[in-house]
Every structure is written in C-alpha cells, then in structure tokens.
C-alpha cells in the first residue's frame, strides 16, 4: 500500500534525477508522469500508483516547494477533466497507453464535440451521424459551443450510429483525430468579442473503429461519465477564500468606500456568505471523489457556479457605477484561457452569462438534480420509445 512517506520518498527521488531549472519542462512531465506521480490515484503504467486520490495533494505539495514544473491544467481541463477518466473507465489498454499520457503531460489538446445547433439542451436528440464502412466509421453533422476545438488535436466524439431506436440507445462514442481530412473549425464569437467557442463542422470524416470509446450503441452510458465529470470540473474547482468572482468586487469594495451603499452592502454579505457555502461544498465534493466516480450532485455545483458567477458579476456592474460600463477592447482573439478575475467588470459580466449555458444548462441540471439527487417523479417525456429517426424535428 502506497502511503504519505513512500510518496514523499517517490517524489525526492524524481527531483533528484530531473532537477527543476536544469531540465526541459516536457521531459520533467514525462519522467512525473513515468514516475506514477501525475495522478496518483491512477493504475501504474497510467501515471498513477493505485494510490488514494487523497494522497494526491502530498505529491502536489512536495513539486510545488521545490518549484517544479507543471501542466497548466487551465489549459489541458477537458482533456484532464473529461476525456482522462471516460478513456480510464471506458478505454482498452491500447487506448490508455496511446492517448493518457500525451493528454495529461498537455503535448495533446482535447476537446469536446458533444452540443449541436439542434440538440443543445436535450443531448440525446443530436443527430450527427455515424455510419460503418467496413473497419471504419463515416462521420458527418455539425457540433457547436466547442471549447478549445482550435487547439485541439484530438476530440471525444458522441455520433448516432442507430436512427431505428429511441434517441438514448443509439448513440456511440469516438475518439475523433481533429486534424483529419473532413474536420473544420470555424471561431464562433461570443457577446465578449472573444471567439474562445467553435463551431466544428464534420464531412465524410473517417474514424476508425479502433478508436470507438465503449460498446456500439452505448454512448449515452459513456458521456454520463464525461458529463459527471464536466460538471464537478466546472462546479468544483478549488479556490481559496475570495477567490474566483467575489475576489475582486470585495476588493472595490474595502479600497472604494465611496461607492457603498446600505443595500449593495447588505447584498454583498449575502453573496459572500453564499460564495463561501460554494467553496466548502465543493471541497466536500471532491472528497467524495476521492473514494470514487462524481455522481449527479455536482450538477448542483454547476448550477451554484452559473448563478453566484451572474449574481456577482451584476453586483459588481453596478457598484462602479458607469464605470463599470467600461469595456476595454473588443477586438476579436482566440484566447487559450478563460480569465474571469484577471480582467474588468465589463468583461466579467458579459462573459458569466454563458455560464448558465456551457456544461449543461441550469434547466437540464435542475432536472438532473430534481430527479437523481432529490428523487422527485420525472417529467413526462413523450419520445421516450420513440425512434430517433420518428422525431419531430
């Protein structure tokens, strides 16, 4: 069993072969992730020791004194987030050696071609298609709100493969090389100016069957893991006390003491209070990951993240007063990074209205948590034995 001190003695001895400052930074990330010290919790020969996820922060606070280098997991989120542990649950061996590595160390991009223009909030309804040819499966639709898809080499992919069944039951998933021939991705600017979604657009794209992700028919199952883990990643990210939105409308507060008022201060506690709630939740949550796969609650931490984020932003609009009508440039870029505290008011509220969208919207999650966290009876659903291709449309 792999415990605290045989971390420690593990970590030492990679940072005494690879110092930090005298060795390149990828070659650093191989040997940690070599060395079972990239995510513990892993199966060895995965970049993991089969350790408990908890013993992850040992690893993480040893690389950090000795000033390592890491992997911008801002950068690498999806593929860190979502497509690691579907390929971990779902993949083969060849799967999990090909792409785990790649992925985790950031030389390989993923992205996410799971929204389409028709089938936005009811997923299941998508109608990319996927049809065999022999070892091969042709892939054509449309696929939108796609983070990261201009950085992307690779995808994890929903498609329909059966049109003849109900719309849950005939989906598969891939693993989709986004530089083959057919893929095509196009900026898609936002209310901010910025252009950091895509629309990607698939023509006769062949994918082989080697790279189907799980049994045929049987991708809704499969994105369940991708979605569970969507949600925590976007929900449940660790911030330190003020951190994230209420960081930076607290400072205005204390340094501006003439733009106070009684009911923006009495709306400011409340904000906080509930800024803090959402930060200890979400570390409750990520205990629970610790001994397991994410279940439907983080789906009420997307929502608290969508809603605190608007609620916030809007608070703080309105302190500055017409100041924080200011917007500093809307040129177009194609930004890596989300940045939502290291920019102006201005951008902060325009860009947190997409929050109620991306990760699944706030009506989808609300049911999600009415039905598989609450219990509560579902709504009734009239296609559900419906074939897809039977589907008003």
């Given at each position: ?14 940072l005494?072969?690879h ?11 191989k ?43 801002r ?11 579907t390929i971990l649950?779902y ?9 785990l ?34 070892d ?40 989709c090389?986004m ?18 979604f ?40 660790r ?18 003491p ?19 709630v ?11 990951m ?19 984020n ?10 500055l ?73």
């Amino acid at each position: 069993m792999t415990d605290a001190a045989e971390l420690r003695r593990r970590t030492q001895e990679l940072l005494a072969a690879h110092q930090p400052g005298a060795t390149d930074r990828l070659d650093f990330l191989k040997a940690r992730f070599d060395a079972g010290l990239a995510w513990v919790h892993y199966p060895e020969g995965l970049g993991g020791l089969g350790a408990p996820r908890t013993l992850q922060a040992v690893v993480d606070a040893e690389l950090e004194a000795a000033d390592a280098p890491d992997n911008d997991p801002r950068r690498i989120g999806i593929g860190l987030g979502m497509a690691a542990p579907t390929i971990l649950k779902y993949g083969t061996e060849e799967q999990k050696q090909r792409f785990l590595r790649p992925l985790w160390t950031g030389e390989e991009v993923w992205c996410q071609l799971f929204s389409e223009p028709g089938a936005g909030s009811d997923l299941a309804a998508l109608g990319t298609r996927a049809v065999r040819e022999g070892d091969e499966w042709v892939v054509n639709g449309q696929k939108v709100w796609t983070s990261s898809a201009h950085l992307a080499r690779w995808a994890i992919l929903i498609a329909r493969t059966d049109p003849d069944v109900p719309k849950h039951a005939g989906i598969t998933y891939f693993l989709c090389d986004m530089t083959d021939p057919g893929v095509e991705v196009r900026p898609l600017r936002q209310v901010t100016g910025e252009a950091e979604f895509n629309e990607v657009f698939l023509t006769d794209v062949r994918i082989p069957d080697t790279r189907r992700l799980g049994e045929v028919g049987d991708g809704w199952r499969v994105a369940q893991t991708t979605l569970n883990n969507e949600r925590v990643a976007i929900g449940g990210m660790r911030i330190p006390r003020e951190g994230g939105m209420i960081g930076p409308v607290s400072k205005t507060w204390r340094e501006r003491p003439e733009l106070r008022t009684h009911d923006l201060h009495q709306r400011l506690l409340t904000l906080w209070v509930e800024a803090e709630v959402a930060r200890l939740t979400g570390e409750r949550l990520r205990q629970q990951m610790a001994v397991g796969q994410p279940g439907p609650e983080g789906a009420g931490m997307k929502l608290a993240f969508a809603r605190l984020n608007q609620e916030i932003s809007g608070l703080e609009v309105e302190l500055l007063g017409e100041e924080g009508l200011l917007y500093e440039d809307w040129t177009m870029r194609r930004p890596e990074l989300v940045d939502f505290t290291g920019r102006d008011a201005g951008y902060r509220y325009l860009r947190s209205k997409g929050n109620s969208i991306e990760g699944g919207t706030s009506e989808v999650l609300l049911n999600i948590v009415a039905e598989r966290v609450l219990g509560l009876p579902s709504e009734p659903r009239t296609d559900k034995d419906v074939a897809w291709k039977d589907l008003a449309r």
